[in-house]
C-alpha cells in the first residue's frame, strides 16, 4: 500500500521561509511525477510545483520565484522550499504522487503565515 507522508507545515511570518518535505513509501512503479499542491477549505485544490519524471518543473503562477521543488528519485522524496512568504500562502498543503495507474495524496499540512 502506498502512502505518502507531508511534514514541516507550521507557522511563519510574512518574508519569512518554509520547507515541508513529503515521502512516499510502499511499492511504487511508473511514477510520472510528484509535488505540491494547496487548498483553502471551500476553494478549488492548485497547483504549486511539480516534478516531473523527466526532470521539467512546474510553478504555480503566484510562487514563481519564491518556492522551489526538489525531488530525489532514489527514495521518492519530494521538498518544497518556500521564501518570501505572504500571508495569501496560508493554505493546506497536499503532497501528490502521480503512477500510470492512479494519484496518490497526502494527509496534507497546515502552513500559516501570519504576524
Known amino acids: 500500500q502506498v502512502q505518502l507522508v507531508e511534514s514541516g507545515g507550521g507557522l511563519v511570518r510574512p518574508g519569512g521561509s518554509l520547507r515541508v518535505s513529503c515521502v512516499a513509501s510502499?511499492?511504487?512503479?511508473?511514477?510520472?511525477?510528484m509535488g505540491w499542491y494547496r487548498q483553502v477549505q471551500g476553494k478549488q485544490r492548485e497547483l504549486v510545483a511539480w516534478?516531473?519524471?523527466?526532470?521539467?518543473?512546474n510553478y504555480g503562477d503566484s510562487v514563481k520565484g519564491r518556492f522551489t521543488i526538489s525531488r530525489a528519485h532514489f527514495n521518492n522524496t519530494v521538498d518544497l522550499q518556500m521564501n518570501s512568504l505572504k500571508s495569501e500562502d496560508t493554505d493546506v498543503y497536499y503532497c501528490?504522487?502521480?503512477?500510470?495507474?492512479?494519484?496518490?495524496w497526502g494527509q496534507g499540512t497546515q502552513v500559516t503565515v501570519s504576524s
Open positions: 501528490r504522487l502521480e503512477t500510470t495507474v492512479r494519484d496518490y
Open positions: 510502499g511499492t511504487i512503479s511508473g511514477i510520472n511525477g
Open positions: 516534478s516531473r519524471s523527466d526532470g521539467s518543473l
